[in-house]
């Protein structure tokens, strides 16, 4: 009697232990689905607020370089940085940075140039082949 006791005491223990396991995993996998469609309802939003920003960024870009020059961005002479308009001086896209170089050619033999507003110097000497760097302060 006491045996057949034990024997259906240890079928159920066994039986809530298996029905255990697969709870806590049920459990475990929707919290896992849970913080998973918290983190992407925060991702839509950085995407959002990311966006808004690069837009943001474009129309003052397009504001900045609206100012009755025809840019020419392809090709410049050979004293200016790249990607820069020689003949109004502005970069095709705002440098990182304080400073919003407005870039003027300078005199002399070697081909450079330099910011009006903050005196860095740009020489294409230096950025090809010298290992100092071409955007001197």
């Not at 459990?27 to 689905?33: C, E, I, N, V």
């Not at 961005?73 to 200016?80: M, T």
């Not at 002399?108 to 009006?116: D, K, L, T, Y």
Request: aromatic share 10%.
């Amino acid at each position: 009697m006491i045996k057949t006791y034990f024997f259906y005491g240890v079928i159920g223990l066994v039986g809530f232990s298996i029905i255990g396991f697969f709870l806590f995993h049920l459990g475990k996998g929707l919290l896992g689905m849970f913080s998973d469609w918290r983190l992407h309802r925060e991702l839509d939003t950085l995407e959002a607020e990311g966006e808004s920003r690069r837009q943001a960024k474009a129309e003052s870009n397009s504001k900045r370089l609206d100012n009755g020059c025809e840019h020419d961005f392809e090709g410049g002479l050979g004293g200016f940085p790249p990607e820069v308009c020689p003949k109004c001086g502005i970069a095709k896209e705002k440098p990182t940075g304080p400073c919003d170089h407005i870039w003027r050619a300078g005199e002399g033999a070697i081909p450079h140039s330099s910011c009006e507003k903050c005196g860095r110097k740009y020489s294409a000497a230096n950025e090809h082949g010298s290992h100092s760097s071409a955007l001197s302060p």
